[in-house]
């Protein structure tokens, strides 16, 4: 065979011989590929789903009267035994009844509802807000200068006595608690970014992007804040748990909200704590807001460390 036909000549082409090969990478999908690579993560967000059912959709499909059977005698404090003798066996029965003839279950789980709503408002204000600022701390010397001071001050506040005095000055509701954990609750998180940026922000590429003209806005946004997105994540996942803990705390010494949350459950049957066969009412919200704690930790945990970059090797 002729050596015409064997070999051709390959044109050159420089923009061709500028590309580089490599196989495509994809942050969120390699996330969600090391999340899912534990079996034990299958589990926890299983769980979470299961959560999240009971918590919006069970209570949506349910009629829940909290003091429909208040005339009945017969109704009150039912252990789960008696509730499923007298009434059969139900959902709504596994947890016996409560002061008021209702069903322990679906007041638990109305009242989980709002306290999920609370945390994860809260977190989403309390997120955004020290971001934002937290990005805006470390970049600017002056603006490190005037917040070091209000952190300082602030800071050394507790924050559960500047809640239950908040919403002592204020009409105690949802709102007024969604105020009450977010009016400094953003401080730490933004000094917390602060901390992070000041490292990131001159590091070798950044001040190569500077001098080259990339304006500070664009390296927060392209640079450092992609970088961070594991330190968010699980600053997130630290912070809803939270929430719910501080609700339930404050409910639990009487300065909670009129809403039926947990920590009003709790609070309600506190008496049914060392009486003899009403224990079910007080221990179940207490499991339930421990569950849903543990749940929220665990799921923000690992989605965060499966965040970092550095687990996607």
């Known amino acids: 065979m002729p050596e015409e036909k064997l070999f051709s000549f390959h044109k050159h082409s420089d923009l061709e011989s500028e590309k580089i090969t490599a196989p495509r990478y994809s942050y969120w999908q ?5 999340f899912f690579r534990k079996k034990t993560n299958i589990v926890i967000l299983a769980l979470f789903a299961f959560m999240i059912a009971f918590a919006y959709i069970y209570p949506a499909l349910t009629e829940y009267d909290k003091y429909g059977a208040l005339l009945s005698s017969t109704a009150k404090h039912l252990s789960p035994k008696a509730a499923i003798e007298q009434y ?6 596994i947890l016996g009844t409560g002061a008021a003839g209702q069903s322990t279950f679906d007041a638990i789980w109305n009242g989980s509802r709002i306290s999920i709503s609370l945390a994860f408002m809260c977190g989403a204000i309390n997120m955004t807000i020290g971001v934002i600022v937290g990005a805006i701390w470390g970049f600017s010397k002056k603006v490190d200068a005037v917040m070091m001071e209000v952190y300082n001050i602030l800071g050394n506040i507790p ?3 500047l809640i239950s005095v ?13 105020f009450a954990l977010t009016v400094t609750g953003w401080l730490y998180i933004a000094y917390q970014i602060r901390i992070q940026v000041v490292i990131i922000r001159d590091r070798e590429y950044n001040l190569a992007s500077k001098c080259l003209g990339t304006s500070t806005v664009k390296i927060a946004m392209k640079n ?3 970088f961070m997105t594991s330190v968010i994540v699980t600053l997130l996942a630290t912070e809803i748990p939270s929430y719910i803990s501080y ?7 009487g300065r909670g909200i009129p809403e039926m949350t947990l920590g009003r459950l709790i609070y309600e049957a506190q008496g049914a704590m060392v ?7 007080f221990w179940s919200p207490v499991a339930i807001s421990a569950f849903i704690t543990i749940v929220l930790y665990v799921v923000g945990l690992n ?4 965040s970092d970059p550095r687990t996607h090797m």
Request: proline share 6%.
């Open 30 to 34: 390699s996330v969600f590929r090391v």
């Open 88 to 93: 059969g066996f139900s959902i709504k029965n």
């Open 159 to 161: 924050y559960v006595l």
């Open 166 to 178: 908040l919403l002592m000055l204020f009409t105690p509701s949802f709102w007024t608690m969604v």
């Open 224 to 226: 450092v804040l992609p």
């Open 247 to 253: 609700e339930v705390f404050l409910a639990y010494i």
């Open 275 to 281: 009486t003899p066969g009403w224990q079910f009412e």
């Open 303 to 306: 989605l965060g460390d499966a």
